[in-house]
Nanobody, 123 residues
Framework: QVHLAESGGGLVQAGDSLTLSCEAS????????FGWFRQAAGKEREFVAS??????NTYYGDSVRGRFTIARAKNTVYLQMNRLKPEDTTVHCC??????????????????WGQGTRVTVSS
């Protein structure tokens, strides 16, 4: 069993930055890829970013590429979010992949999920 706990969300203004953290506990997560997703009310879950088990490879969704950076260190996965926009407003969740493969944009490719942390960007 793996438990994921996100933190770092909050209320910011457009153009500001935030760093989200996802701490994994339980069975070792070092051999698996991790991802960040988000889901706004009334919309489908959106892939944000993912990172390979060895942290050497990353992948981003179109809406955040160039603004967000995913990283990991030991059992914590980070999401550095720069130049935030109002459309980034929603709950952001991290997830542990079912394998070490990092180019997984479908939520079904992830087995464990955190509760999420809310990001609100005012215009």
């Amino acid at each position: 069993q793996v438990h994921l706990a996100e933190s770092g969300g909050g209320l910011v203004q457009a153009g500001d930055s935030l760093t989200l953290s996802c701490e994994a506990s339980g069975r070792t997560a070092s051999s698996y890829a991790f991802g960040w997703f988000r889901q706004a009310a009334g919309k489908e879950r959106e892939f944000v970013a993912s990172i390979s088990s060895d942290a050497d490879n990353t992948y981003y969704g179109d809406s955040v590429r160039g603004r967000f950076t995913i990283a990991r260190a030991k059992n914590t996965v980070y999401l550095q979010m720069n130049r935030l926009k109002p459309e980034d407003t929603t709950v952001h969740c991290c997830a542990k992949g079912r394998s070490g493969s990092y180019k997984q944009i479908l939520s079904i490719k992830y087995k464990y999920w955190g509760q999420g942390t809310r990001v609100t960007v005012s215009s």
